[in-house]
């Protein structure tokens, strides 16, 4: 039987916030640190362990702080640094650590580094960046940028280009210059001295570019990179690290989550969300989920990092669409499918994310036309395709389907003007359906989707064998059902559920008529013909 005693990240469950949108304090229409510190009971309530914050230091706001222009200071729209210090405490208190979001690849074009950098070739700060001779209109080469347009951008007063893997305003830092990965460091132990819990680390596979060969993700340097820096800097605390890496498969996954603890806790890594991405197309051609494969690729995961690395588990962040509107029925069936796709991922080995929101239910946003939408990705996009001839309903469609915003709208506090969110102007507008889907009206309904994540959080607390059970998926060809074993010693569990809308036979259930209900997502008892999204999680010791 094997037992996790060590790590406290094994046991928690971190909630993200996106601190614009989740609740703000003084009336300016945006989510700040003030806003955070009262719905400290609320996150207590839930029984999360942990917050990681989306980025709050100072910017420019080109892409929503994600363009860090002073790392050692807070951005004056969600407060001070001594709220971000008071927010450290106070989480404290109610059990809670900060985990804060380190943008590393870039930094803002307005961050002083890059406004040295950019006034001379010889200037100390120049070769903190990646920079390339060139004439104006010859680009070194075709490399296009994540939100539109070529990854160089020409600067006439050096007759240099610069290279930037996000918008022109977030050049990329030159992770080869060792004084870059110092000022970093030194950077990063300044925010473990202040009692930070812990860090999710931006991109992090695409630090070590080499736009010469076109390469973005997994750069020969980039785990020594994550070695030094982990070394120097994360080792030296309790922390939790999550790297971000799109380009992570399951074996450089066992090297980021080396269990020796020589680079990160664990990675996001993104083979189930992006299953319906089309080769060699973008994110918005949308394409039917296949369901089969989701169970596959989860399996692998769960299989491949047991014993030899560690899983996080999410289903969604500040990018990605609502899961509920994704993978289940935010209509007929929203609680149902919602409650569902909670219980199969938090049955699995790992450390689950829950996306402010996620535990009420919340859902996609369908606004009437571009205007409304505030996303950079999808903006650019828009005038992108539109120029090129696409269909403007169709464009609609794809963000409807795919675009960030659909995480983004305000948090539905309760159902007064602007869902609580703000006494103000929202920085962008609430989703409609606040008025039916709201924390108040969850918490007052023992039935809610908030409770049952609140439950699913406490079992991990109670029953080890969410922490440390062996995997097993059964049923894997099955087009409804998707089922799973955890083992641990002689304490047994099964997850099962319909992922259908539609009644589905689930015969491995007969075995376990005797076990017992840990959670269940209908009320009654759970049924042998399961009913449209019904999950049962049973265990047997
Ligand atoms: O996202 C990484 C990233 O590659 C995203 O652009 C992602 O591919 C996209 O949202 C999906 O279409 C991180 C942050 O999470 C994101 O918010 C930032 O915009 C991006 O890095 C740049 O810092
Ligand atoms: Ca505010």
Known sequence: MVKTQDKWWKHAVVYQIYPRSFQDSNGDGIGDLKGIMERLPYLEKLGIDAIWL??????????????????????????????????????????????????????????????????????????????????????????????????????????????????????????????????????????????????????????????????????????????????????????????????????????????????????????????????????????????VKLKKVLAKWQTGLYGRGWNSLFWNNHDLPRIVSRWGNDREYRVESAKMLAALLHGMQGTPYVYQGEELGMTNVRFADISHYKDIESVNMYKERVEAGYDKDDVMESIYARGRDNARTPMQWDGSANAGFTAGTPWIEVNPNYTTINAREELEDQDSVFYFYQKLIRLRKEYPVFVDGKFELLMPEDEKIFAYTRTNGDSRMLVCANFSGEQAECPLLAEWVDAEVLIHNYPGEWSKKLRPYEAVILIQS
């Open 54 to 291: 989306s980025p709050v230091c100072r910017s420019p706001q080109d892409d929503n702080g994600y363009d860090i222009s002073d790392y050692q200071d807070i951005d004056p729209m969600f407060g001070t640094l001594e709220d971000m210090e008071e927010l450290i405490r106070k989480a404290k208190d109610h059990g809670i650590r900060i985990i804060m979001d380190l943008v590393l690849n870039h930094t803002s074009d307005e961050h002083r580094w890059f406004l040295e950098a950019k006034k001379s070739k010889d200037n100390p700060y120049h070769d903190y960046y990646v920079w390339r001779d060139g004439t104006e209109d010859t680009p070194p080469n075709e490399m296009r940028a994540s939100f539109g347009g070529s990854a160089w951008e020409w600067v006439p007063e050096l007759g240099q280009y610069y290279f930037h893997q996000f918008s022109v305003k977030q050049p990329d830092l030159n992770w080869e210059n060792e004084k870059v990965r110092r000022e970093i460091y030194d950077m990063i132990l300044w925010w473990m001295d202040k009692g930070v819990g812990g860090f999710r680390l931006d991109v992090i596979d695409q630090i070590a570019k080499e736009p010469d060969l076109e390469i973005t993700a997994n750069g020969p340097m980039l785990h020594a990179f994550i070695r030094e820096m982990s070394r120097e800097t994360f080792q030296k605390g309790e922390l939790i690290t999550v790297g971000e890496a799109w380009g992570a498969d399951v074996e450089r996954a066992k090297l980021y989550s080396n269990p020796n603890g020589n680079e990160f806790s664990m990675v996001f890594q993104f083979e189930h969300i992006g299953l319906d991405q089309q080769e060699g197309k973008e994110k918005w051609d949308l394409a039917p989920l296949p369901f």
